[in-house]
């Protein structure tokens, strides 16, 4: 066998806003008798529990997995108001999946219990024992839940070598409240961990655009537990950012964090903080964790096209053309591109690279919760067998 | 919004002198920078710490992240150049198991060998001892019968150490062929004859279908093939006819030997051309045989490159076929010595030196080289030969040397240049030696000696020393 069959990953996409036909649209593209999981990205401008009857009415028993978004990736591109899906075949893919409920209480001990469970449940049906070789662990959480940092850390911490990455749910930056949908509802203060196994290859990537420059400002008052910053060099936040972007405080907003965006220097590498807003008191808040005493390094932002074309053809150059690439890409990328006028010029890439997946609140990969990022698996045509 | 709006609007409002609002500034930025430097030393502090913050949690994880990735990196380094060194010893080990395998078989079939050596060397010299005692016992009682069985068994030996020899010169990639242009119908005609008796005696027929062509073919190797082909088909064919025969196919000739016999079965037609391997019908037939031949055949041929080809059907009987070059006439340049011609020449007056150090030998030479009339002195050793002559100085016309002389002392070679070195013109030597190495040859070579093989043939012996006649005439 050299490639899998067509229906190995099937994806499919409405734009209805009423939730019975969208949900009904997508079962019309999906199902099929092997049909084994189906992931979803969706608006939040759907009416959420009528969307799960929906999605329960018209799939059943199928294990469904999935998210809101701040924005979705489908066959159009960067899309809105929509809900997309994969669909994978269970002959091709073995698919485990759990929802973490109280995130702040989840420790090494239930990510263990978890990591195990997921692994006997994928083990020796299609690819043999999981391992780094043949699995990826996907997660979903509520972007606005602020644990993302230390669920990862621990469940990285369980599941050792075998890779991690996934993605934080989004509200059309709304920041109300995001959600994750498992076993027919939407929860939030939730995550999903889904352990996929499968026979075909694969490769776990996260890419950036971001260059740093001179400028260093040190956070002098936060609080961490809410990742707010309110001082930047002893000043207020608010203030000492618009200076560095070089317009008036009340001028800031997502554009505006978009495109200056500020990162920590762990070793070599520089790791985006995304701004989420700007408080009344002038203080920051984050989409990540922040501390006092982190240095933060203005960053430049370079072409996301090139940084994207350049790392997606790298990885299709190695496994063949992509099945499906599952992108979560990070929704201050979307405003960027608007902001700079080339969301149709990253539509036609993102379609060419087959990618499906949603703007989120945050990427992870490995257990690092970070931003302004794409992150995401490249599922190849070239069999491992 | 500039530096100044941001302290005006930190500070209330100052109206004293500008001194004092100059220092007030620096008061600020001063606490500014304090503030900056205290949020350093507490984040430098907490770093130390135990990660139980969000922030540490993500910082431990990258840092965990990029370690993991860097050791990865080198584990696949490392992990590659282990399954290259795997894949090396495995093809190497698989190379060993082939040659373990092979030095087995080997040893295998040599030990069969020396087995089947062994019993069919000791068959005749069990007969010879058997006439020798009798004849010891009763001296005079049938002479020329028990002598006559003597000379058998003694030929029988000779032959199978001849092909012992030939196997393992053939092995050794010694064996040249020397190609030169002569008639096939004279190598046939004499091996026609003498299988044409073996035959009859065995009650079967012999068919011989002479050629008149010239052949290109070294006749000493190519009657070796032929012989071992012929004394197959009568060894292997109970009755019927075993045909020797020739024809003429697109300006070559094919040579067959044809039989009536007991046939190869059709899988082991490749086999047979393996060394000590006889086929399954051929193992029941014959006791004396090492199971050599149809191999010597083989790479003899291959020596000369005339292709060998078999035909067989099991109970029905084989047809071994060899294609040879035709040769135009004008190439051949008939160059006959005639054995009787040469045999009648004298050896009169020839000065022969012998040294042997075998008794039996030194005796046996002396009679026979005396009979032809040469003049001899024999001796076992150096020592003896300058007792009896003067080396250096007395006249000889040849030196016949042992190559093997006593353990432990000079060989033939150094003694015949020790004994040349010592004179003014340096005598013609022909070394007699059962050694037949490439590396012999090519001594004698370098020293202009002549070699004789052992066991010494008279006639050849003769031929050699007629050349110094010759010269001697010619001088």
Redesign the interface.
């Known amino acids: 066998m050299t490639a899998a069959p067509p229906n190995a990953v099937l994806t499919a996409f409405s734009a209805a806003s009423d939730e019975q036909a969208a949900a009904a649209e997508l079962a019309d593209k999906l199902l099929h008798p092997h049909l084994g999981f189906v992931l979803f990205f969706c608006s939040v401008e759907y009416d959420l529990d009528r969307l799960a009857g929906a999605l329960r009415a018209h799939f059943g028993e199928l294990p469904l997995s999935g998210c809101t978004s701040c924005g979705e990736i489908t066959a159009r591109g960067y899309d809105h108001g929509t809900i997309v899906a994969i669909g994978f075949d269970r002959r091709f893919f073995c698919v485990g999946r759990r929802l973490v409920e109280k995130l702040d209480e989840f420790d090494l001990l239930d990510a263990q219990q978890l990591t195990d469970s997921l692994i006997s449940e994928c083990c020796n049906r299609l690819a043999g024992t999981p391992s780094e070789n043949n699995t990826f662990v996907l997660t979903l959480m509520d972007g606005l839940s602020?644990?993302e940092?230390?669920v990862?850390?621990t469940l990285?911490s369980a599941l050792g070598?075998i890779t991690s990455f996934g993605g934080s749910a989004g509200d059309e930056y709304r920041l109300s409240s995001t959600y994750v949908y498992s076993d027919g509802r939407f929860c939030s203060e939730a995550a999903i961990v889904i352990m996929i196994t499968t026979l075909l290859d694969f490769e776990v990537f996260s890419t950036h655009h971001l260059v740093p420059e001179k400028t260093k400002l040190?956070?002098?008052?936060a609080d961490?537990?809410h990742?707010i910053v309110h001082?930047l060099?002893?000043?207020p936040a608010a203030?000492a950012y618009?200076?560095l972007v070089g317009v008036?405080?009340d001028a800031l907003d997502d554009a505006a964090f978009a495109c200056s965006p500020l990162a920590?220097r762990?070793?070599d590498?520089y790791?985006a903080r995304a701004i989420q807003r700007v408080n009344d008191d002038l203080s920051l808040s984050f989409y990540?964790?922040?501390?006092?005493?982190?240095?933060l390094t203005a960053m430049s932002t370079a072409s996301i096209l090139d940084d994207l074309d350049t790392k997606l053809s790298a990885i299709e150059e190695r496994l063949g053309p992509a099945w499906v690439t599952l992108g979560c890409d990070c929704c201050l990328r979307h405003t960027q591109l608007q902001a700079e006028g080339l969301v149709e010029d990253a539509s036609v890439l993102l379609r060419r690279h087959g990618v499906i997946g949603f703007s989120t609140y945050g990427e992870q990969?490995?257990?690092?919760?970070i931003n302004h990022t794409l992150t995401g698996v490249v599922i190849g045509r070239k069999n491992r067998f | 919004?500039?530096e100044k709006t941001?302290s005006d609007a930190a500070e209330p409002p100052d109206e004293r002198s500008p001194w004092d609002l100059h220092e007030a500034r620096l008061m600020a930025e001063n606490?500014?920078?304090k503030?900056?430097c205290?949020?350093?030393?507490?984040?430098?502090e907490?770093s130390n710490m135990a990660?139980t913050?969000?922030?540490?949690?993500?910082?431990?994880?990258?840092?965990?992240?990029?370690q993991?990735r860097e050791r990865t990196q080198a584990l696949r380094e490392v992990n590659k150049q282990l399954l290259a060194e795997i894949e090396e010893r495995r093809r190497v080990e698989l190379r060993l198991r082939d040659a373990t395998e092979k030095a087995e078989q080997a040893n295998l079939s040599k030990t069969r060998f020396v087995a089947a050596v062994s019993h069919d060397l000791m068959q005749p010299l069990n007969a010879a001892r058997l006439f020798t005692s009798a004849l010891q016992e009763n001296p005079d009682h049938n002479t020329a019968f028990q002598l006559s069985h003597i000379s058998t068994a003694l030929r029988d030996l000779e032959s199978l150490i001849t092909t012992l020899s030939d196997a393992s010169k053939l092995d050794a990639g010694v064996v040249t062929a020397e190609v030169g242009v002569f008639p096939l119908r004279r190598l046939l005609d004499v091996l026609a004859e003498e299988f044409r008796q073996m035959a009859q005696q065995k009650g079967l027929r012999f068919r011989y279908v002479p050629t008149s062509l010239l052949v290109r073919s070294d006749p000493q190797l190519l009657s070796r093939i032929m012989r071992n082909l012929l004394s197959n088909a009568v060894r292997y064919t109970e009755r019927g006819t075993i045909l020797l025969g020739c024809r003429r196919i697109n300006g070559q000739v094919e040579v067959m030997v044809v039989d009536t016999g007991i046939g190869i079965r059709q899988d082991q037609i490749g086999e047979i051309f393996e060394e000590f391997k006889r086929g399954k019908q051929a193992v029941r037939y014959h006791e004396r045989g090492l199971g050599l031949g149809l191999a010597i055949v083989e790479k003899i041929s291959q020596i000369l490159a005339h292709p060998l080809r078999v035909q067989s059907q099991l109970g029905e009987g084989s047809r071994f076929s060899l294609t040879l070059p035709v040769a135009p006439p004008s190439e051949y340049n008939a160059r006959v010595m005639q054995a009787g011609q040469l045999a009648s020449q004298s050896l009169l007056g020839l000065r022969v030196w012998v040294v042997d150090n075998d008794e039996a030998i030194c005796i046996g030479m002396r009679t026979l080289l005396e009979q032809w009339g040469c003049d001899v002195v024999v001796a076992e050793s150096l020592s003896a030969l300058r007792a009896q002559v003067d080396t250096t100085a007395d006249e000889a016309d040849v030196l016949l040397m042992d190559y093997h002389l006593d353990p432990g002392t000079d060989d033939g070679i150094t003694v015949a240049e020790f004994i040349n070195a010592g004179r003014r013109t340096p005598l013609p030597v022909i070394l007699v030696t059962a050694d037949r190495s490439a590396k012999l040859k090519q001594r004698c070579a370098q020293s202009g000696y002549m070699q004789v093989y052992k066991p010494v043939k008279p006639l050849k012996l003769k031929m050699a020393l007629q050349q110094f006649t010759g010269v001697m005439q010619i001088e």
């Open positions: 602020v644990n940092e230390m990862l850390a990285n070598s040190v956070v002098t008052a961490p537990e990742r001082e060099n002893a000043e203030v618009a200076r008036p405080v920590v762990i070793n590498g790791y990540c964790a922040v501390e006092n005493g982190i240095v990969i490995d257990g690092m919760h | 919004m500039d941001v606490a500014r920078l503030r900056i205290d949020a350093l030393i507490e984040r430098v907490a990660p913050a969000p922030y540490a949690a993500f910082q431990h994880s990258v840092v965990l992240a990029e993991v």
